[in-house]
């Protein structure tokens, strides 16, 4: 935090009052299964974003992006909505929903910093959603419940962004727990249980190098493909109410209901929520090969059902399975481009990052960003004292 404050000092000519840190975070099981009120396993990483503030009389609002030196600049009057391909629309709409609460934020001059890959799958944006949303918190003296601040970072995405995304990303980045996996109900919002990482064992992160911007993709169509086949299912099943309350023996009794695509789409949400669980209890036995097991049948479903996988990330996923030390590799987060997870032995998991960069950079001519992840936690904020 000591060099975005000094940062902030030098830019501004005074120091900033407050400053917030909210982390990335992986998805290590349950794809898209948040917003069909089902479970997930996820952690923080150690990669945050920064951002610290000091309020100013007037409307007038600077936020300096510490990573490329510029800055942006708005009146609080204006805005009321997003202006395209602009990351300050992450901040204003934390503003704007707030808002819908009745609560009110003041001008201020801001400056952020973050290093949590942009576009890549480790929910930037929920980062700066988060820390955005917790130096108001202390600048402005906001009472809200933390899963109160997931649901402000969610409305950003459905209501400003248009992304009809569920709560995991900012949940996540803000119940995170250092070295733990959250496992996370996502119909009572909570976290039931944390799980530790096996010792010996690292995730590596392998970036395809798609950008995926979920806002343009397919995103919200499978969205709607899972509430279709819900609603179908629910006729058969009244207590079914969204697919989470579907059994993988009920999907298939009910097949003959349902279009092909959209028993597709339920097959790979009802199968997440069921890996999640199976996961958990893999870990409890101590049986990381069956854990790594679960994520390659986790991407081969993405690729077969849930169609939200790209050929770079097929071939990443297929490289897991060849180059030695690797129990298990999926792709994590939204799809459609970004990372994949690597499940591998912590000795050998840079030998292990480089041989599978080199064989994509041969086949695919790039080569792909590799991060060995450590779990970090969830996000924080303080008040600073004036000098
Ligand atoms: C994105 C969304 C999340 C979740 C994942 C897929 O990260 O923002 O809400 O749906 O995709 O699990």
New binding site residues.
């Given amino acids: 935090m000591e060099k975005l404050i000094r940062d902030f000092t030098e830019f501004y000519g005074v120091a900033p009052t407050v400053i917030a840190r909210a982390p990335g975070r992986l ?1 290590i099981l ?6 069909n009120q089902g479970y ?1 396993l996820s952690c923080a990483v150690a990669q945050n974003t920064r951002f610290a503030l000091r309020p100013v009389d007037g409307k007038h609002c600077r936020i300096k992006d510490f990573r490329d030196g510029s800055v942006r600049e708005f009146d609080l009057d204006n805005i009321a909505t997003a202006v395209p391909k602009d990351w300050s629309n992450y901040v204003k709409g934390v503003i704007v929903e707030l808002a819908k609460r009745s609560i009110k934020v003041g001008a201020f001059d801001a400056g952020m910093e973050s290093s949590v890959p942009l576009s890549a ?1 480790m ?1 930037s944006s929920a980062a700066l959603e988060t820390s955005a949303g917790f130096a108001f918190r202390e600048a402005f003296g906001i009472e809200l419940s933390k899963a109160d601040w997931a649901r402000v970072g969610q409305g950003v ?1 459905n209501n400003y962004m248009g ?1 009809k ?5 900012q949940f996540s980045s803000i119940f995170g727990k250092k070295d733990s996996m959250i496992l996370t109900d996502f119909r009572s919002v909570e976290v039931l249980r944390t799980v530790a990482l096996p010792a010996g064992y690292s995730i590596v992160v392998i970036n395809s190098m798609v950008k995926h911007n ?1 806002v343009d993709s397919e ?1 919200n169509v499978r969205r709607e493909d899972c509430e279709s086949a819900a609603h179908k299912l629910a006729q058969i099943y009244p207590d079914v109410k969204t697919l989470r309350d579907v059994t993988p023996e009920q999907l298939e009794n009910a097949r003959p209901a349902l279009g092909e695509r959209e028993y597709r789409r339920a097959c790979h949400v009802v199968g997440e929520c069921d890996r999640v669980l199976r996961a958990v209890r893999a870990l409890e036995n101590n049986d990381v090969a069956a854990f790594g097991a679960l994520w390659f049948e986790s991407h081969e479903s993405s690729r077969v059902n849930f169609e939200n996988s790209t050929p770079e990330l097929d071939y990443l996923v297929e490289l897991a399975h060849s180059v030695p030390g690797c129990l298990g590799a999926r792709l994590s ?2 799809g459609f481009g970004g990372i994949t997870i690597h499940l591998v032995e912590s000795a050998g998991a840079a030998e292990y990052a480089e041989r599978v960069q080199a064989a994509f950079k041969q086949r695919i001519g790039v080569a792909p960003e590799y991060i060995i992840c450590s779990i970090g936690d969830g996000a924080e904020s303080k008040k600073l004292q004036e000098k």
């Fill in positions: 998805e349950g794809n898209h299964t948040d917003y997930v799958g929910s995405e992304l995304s569920g709560l995991l990303d979920l995103y987060g939204g």
